[in-house]
């Protein structure tokens, strides 16, 4: 049947089964406008294309399947950039679908032109331009098939304004093959059987899981390696909810802001499994000094990742999954008696805390809102102390609930990544926790939220402060807070009146007592809610190990 | 230490800035890239030659097998290739050094392919020792203008790379 590219274009997404697409309408895409005017896809319409992008993002997370956004030429794709990167660093599949000018304007500087293409280079998995309405069925194919393999990104493509209206017999593969694109997913057996008797020989055994695992969806795997072998586990930020932070080998997030009994047992371990994870800066501090008696098992699909930043003794290259699959089977359990002991003499003597008395703490928010929602709430975050207090203080007990853009820290990713998150999952109870600063970053999105009657929850910890980098300035730059306050307590937006003004439900929260009733209420409340907390203003996120030292130097966490 | 990366990819649009961006974003260094068709016109070799520790080498390779468009990546091996490279050199000659300098450019074997009153145009072809030599004796004339193609390099192991990414002969 002979279709236009915009009709191909919708025949492929239905095809690829797409529920929804994130974005916003142009000049450069009105054909595939007008094909969506009654085609059988949810279309929702943000407020500005970067919240298309980071709401493509949180469908994507919270769903495992490929989030789908689309954007005019110029500005409309470049809008969409810092969505596309957050995903690409994070490893989540979507498909970003730019219009471009025509394609004989192509390098003219025409109206609306933007050399996306080039500009999305190297935040992309891969990208394409459309330059033959005939090529077009087959590089949809591809873009799928590559966003969601392998380890998963974002693929953008680009379809100029005239191949959108070109004809050509429309004939969807159905199957892709691409020669440069092969990706690992059966371990290596004789690595496997290497690990599995390392593990067995260890005598202090972690295992330290990423977001490979959730996009793995390792989970049970990682549940059944951890309990068997009664092996300790740590996460990052990404890999939260992969394993039950309420399960007494969980040691929760590791890091900068980890806490102090992953940090140690991670320093002092003999055997650190990594799943699906990259051995960040952010994870391994002061990389010389990171981990010095562990032999290192690094599971991860991405050769690239093996030995970039540490030098790893067992390198299995291959789906999380399938991987540990076969570890368990071959794993004998280790001695962990003694270790696990130490561990929870750790855990005893540096707990997370916090000063416990009248002043509304935001830790305490994290808590009574972990309580209310029973750990089973999709919690989305914004960057800074909002999201390190939630890493800290809510206990995730399953994968895909934890939303935070870990790689890239982009700010103003948390609600419209929550819109994605509700859309795909519409009975779940969906919160945002933000920062004054960050919820201002996509505030706008609070018209699609409302428009689609999404009930989602927003907590502002308000602190009047840039809190994080405030928080460095008081320690690492005396104390000279420059530019870090955003507005004068009595001079900030009236986050109640905002909220009501978009047609939303707005509270404000000044008393540590008022905290659970609010939550309730607005747990209770069949309408986007924003909770604007006025918090202790100088609260700081401990422990922190600065930049640079080793992980076991913490400041706040009781160790030396 | 240098090293010669051959690189097969899609003959298509835009790997090249791939190729490049990818160096430069990752800080990785190119001394010379030289990028033609193979015998297969969908797709191109390119010989890139790098500098770089034995972990920033292996991280090249990894990161540039991840795009895509790459089909092969191979690091030849110290012995195990045959490279070239073009060279095009103008120095500047007088009547009284003119006889000197056919003299120096002979002994190496490059040829003259173009003279001037007071320059000659020189090329060469082959490897890096023959290139630094040429370039040394020609030095002591005055250098106008040095155009070089970067290193091409060939297997000669017989394990080489065809354009479909397999070896010439199963090991």
């Known amino acids: 049947m002979k279709m236009n590219g915009a009709q191909i274009l919708i025949e492929c997404l239905k095809r690829e089964k797409v529920e929804m697409i994130f974005g916003y309408p142009g000049g450069a895409v009105l054909p595939i406008f007008d094909k969506l005017y009654d085609a059988p896809i949810k279309f929702i319409l943000v407020r500005h294309e970067q919240g298309a992008a980071h709401a493509a993002d949180g469908y994507a997370r919270a769903t495992g399947k490929v989030g789908v956004c689309l954007a005019t030429s110029g500005p409309g794709a470049t809008n969409l950039v810092t969505g596309i990167a957050t995903a690409y660093m994070d490893s989540i599949p979507m498909v970003a679908i730019t219009g471009q000018v025509k394609t004989h304007l192509i390098g003219n500087d025409a109206f609306q032109e933007a050399d996306i293409t080039g500009i999305t280079r190297p935040v992309t998995k891969h990208n394409y331009l459309v330059e033959d309405v005939k090529d077009l069925a087959l590089i949809i194919k591809e873009a799928f098939h590559i966003a969601s393999t392998g380890r998963p990104g974002p693929v953008l493509i680009d379809l100029p304004s005239d191949v959108q209206l070109q004809e050509t017999e429309f004939e969807y593969p159905d199957k892709v093959s691409i020669r440069g694109y092969n990706p690992t997913y059966t371990g290596h057996p004789g690595q496997i059987k290497r690990a599995a008797k390392a593990i067995s020989d260890s005598k202090k055994p972690i295992l330290y899981v990423g977001g490979g695992a959730v996009a793995s969806d390792a989970s049970e795997e990682v549940r059944a390696l951890a309990i068997n072998n009664e092996i300790p586990v740590t996460m990052t930020l990404l890999g939260l909810g992969a394993f039950p932070g309420t399960h007494e080998l969980s040691l929760g997030m590791l890091g900068m802001h980890g806490t102090p009994y992953a940090n140690h047992a991670i320093m002092d371990s003999d055997l650190i499994v990594a799943i699906g994870a990259r051995f960040d800066d952010r994870v391994t501090g002061k990389i010389d000094a990171f981990a010095p008696h562990a032999k290192i098992v690094h599971i991860d699909i991405d050769p690239a990742?093996?030995?970039?930043?540490?030098?790893?003794?067992?390198?299995?290259?291959?789906?999380?999954?399938?991987?540990?699959?076969?570890?368990?089977?071959?794993?004998?359990?280790?001695?962990?008696?003694?270790?696990?002991?130490?561990?929870?003499?750790?855990?005893?003597?540096?707990?997370?805390?916090?000063?416990?008395?009248?002043?509304?703490?935001?830790?305490?928010?994290?808590?009574?809102?972990?309580?209310?929602?029973?750990?089973?709430?999709?919690?989305?975050?914004?960057?800074?102390?909002?999201?390190?207090?939630?890493?800290?203080?809510?206990?995730?007990?399953?994968?895909?609930?934890?939303?935070?853009?870990?790689?890239?820290?982009?700010?103003?990713?948390?609600?419209?990544?929550?819109?994605?998150?509700?859309?795909?999952?519409?009975?779940?109870?969906?919160?945002?926790?933000?920062?004054?600063?960050?919820?201002?970053?996509?505030?706008?999105?609070?018209?699609?939220?409302?428009?689609?009657?999404?009930?989602?929850?927003?907590?502002?910890?308000?602190?009047?402060?840039?809190?994080?980098?405030?928080?460095?300035?008081?320690?690492?730059?005396?104390?000279?807070?420059s530019y870090t306050c955003l507005n004068a307590p009595g001079a900030e937006p009236d986050f109640v009146k905002l909220a009501e003004a978009y047609g939303a439900v707005g509270m404000r929260i000044t008393d540590k007592k008022e905290v659970r009733a609010a939550i309730d209420k607005a747990i209770a409340t069949d309408n986007t809610v924003i909770m604007d907390f006025r918090i202790e203003r100088e609260e700081n996120v401990f422990p922190i190990v600065p930049a640079g030292e080793a992980m076991n130097k913490m400041i706040g966490g009781g160790l030396a | 230490m240098r090293h010669i990366i051959s690189i097969l990819v899609e003959n298509k649009f835009g790997v090249l800035a791939r190729i490049s961006g990818l160096f430069s974003a990752r800080g990785f260094n190119i001394s010379s890239l030289a990028v033609g068709e193979t015998e297969d016109p969908k797709v191109s070799r390119m010989t890139i030659v790098v500098q770089g520790d034995d972990k920033t080498l292996e991280q090249i390779k990894k990161q540039s097998n991840k795009l895509i468009d790459v089909i092969k990546v191979v690091d030849y091996k110290e012995g195990d290739f045959l490279d070239r490279e073009l060279i095009l050199v103008k120095i500047s000659v007088a009547p009284k050094t003119r006889k000197e300098a056919i003299e120096a450019i002979e002994s190496v074997g490059a040829r003259i392919e173009s003279a001037g009153d007071k320059s000659l145009c020189v090329e060469a072809t082959g490897d890096q020792t023959k290139i630094k030599t040429l370039l040394e004796l020609l030095k002591p004339f005055g250098i106008l203008e040095v155009v070089r193609t970067g290193r091409i390099a060939m297997d000669i192991t017989g394990r080489g790379l065809k354009s479909d990414g397999k070896p010439e002969v199963n090991e």
Request: proline fraction near 5%.
């Open chain 1, 305 to 481: 990742s093996v030995s970039k930043n540490v030098d790893v003794d067992i390198p299995i290259v291959g789906d999380a999954k399938k991987i540990l699959k076969e570890l368990c089977a071959q794993a004998k359990k280790p001695d962990t008696k003694a270790w696990l002991a130490k561990i929870a003499e750790w855990k005893k003597a540096y707990p997370l805390k916090y000063k416990d008395d009248n002043a509304l703490r935001p830790q305490y928010i994290l808590e009574q809102i972990y309580e209310a929602t029973k750990g089973e709430a999709i919690i989305c975050t914004e960057v800074g102390q909002n999201q390190m207090w939630v890493a800290q203080f809510y206990n995730f007990t399953r994968p895909r609930t934890m939303l935070s853009s870990g790689g890239l820290g982009t700010m103003g990713y948390g609600f419209p990544a929550a819109i994605g998150a509700q859309l795909g999952n519409p009975g779940a109870l969906v919160f945002d926790i933000a920062g004054d600063g960050s919820i201002q970053m996509n505030i706008q999105e609070l018209a699609t939220a409302v428009a689609n009657k999404l009930p989602i929850k927003i907590a502002i910890l308000n602190n009047y402060y840039l809190g994080m980098v405030r928080q460095w300035q008081e320690l690492f730059y005396n104390h000279r807070y």
